[in-house]
């Protein structure tokens, strides 16, 4: 008796393991908006870090996060690192490539609670007087993130996430392009 329980559990978790190991080695999560002003106001709000926190949905989540900034004030070479409670963890983000009013690419470090290193990136697409902005963020996916990723929804958390953030920088855009 005690053997087959063995063998089932042994062969349950080989067809976990293969399961786990058959998901897609890459993740890409991306939200769009439209907002009512020019590519190169909304992409003041993302190209610049010490915006951020007036529409990036972290930003609301530790009250107490200490944030500091290194290099230039914006553009290509800037940096912003935090050091938050659980839920923010600590990081560093580095603006990698900025193109004004069409995109701003972002290498974006996590070191706690986990550590990954993703790439963000912000395209603007003028569309008449208005703006398409997407945020997407990619990654790779080692065996314990596809195990992970089988029980919680990142797409949905991190996309909500995003969804947020870009409904803030809606309202921030639009009030800064009618000053």
């Not at 107490?64 to 050091?83: D, I, N």
């Not at 069409?102 to 395209?123: D, H, Q, S, Y």
């Not at 969804?163 to 921030?172: F, H, I, N, P």
């Amino acid at each position: 008796m005690l053997v087959k329980i063995l063998v089932g559990i042994v062969a349950a978790l080989a067809i976990f393991a293969i399961v786990v190991a058959l998901q897609p080695s890459e993740f890409r999560i991306s939200r769009s908006a439209t907002i009512t002003a020019p590519p190169n106001v909304v992409h003041a709000q993302v190209n610049d870090f010490r915006k951020w926190s007036g529409w990036s949905p972290w930003e609301k989540i530790d009250p107490a996060l200490k944030r500091s900034y290194a290099g230039p004030a914006e553009g290509t070479g800037a940096v912003y690192a935090w050091t938050g409670n659980n839920e923010v963890g600590e990081g560093r983000m580095t603006i990698l490539e900025s193109r004004p009013g069409e995109l701003v690419r972002i290498k974006l470090e996590f070191f706690k609670p986990f550590t990954a290193t993703n790439l963000a990136e912000f395209t603007f697409r003028p569309q008449g007087s208005q703006t398409e902005v997407t945020w997407a963020m990619t990654g790779s996916k080692n065996f314990m993130v596809k195990a992970v990723h089988l029980f919680m929804n990142m797409d949905k958390m991190v996309g909500g996430m995003f969804e947020q953030g870009l409904t803030a920088m809606k309202s921030v855009s639009e009030a800064a392009a009618k000053s």
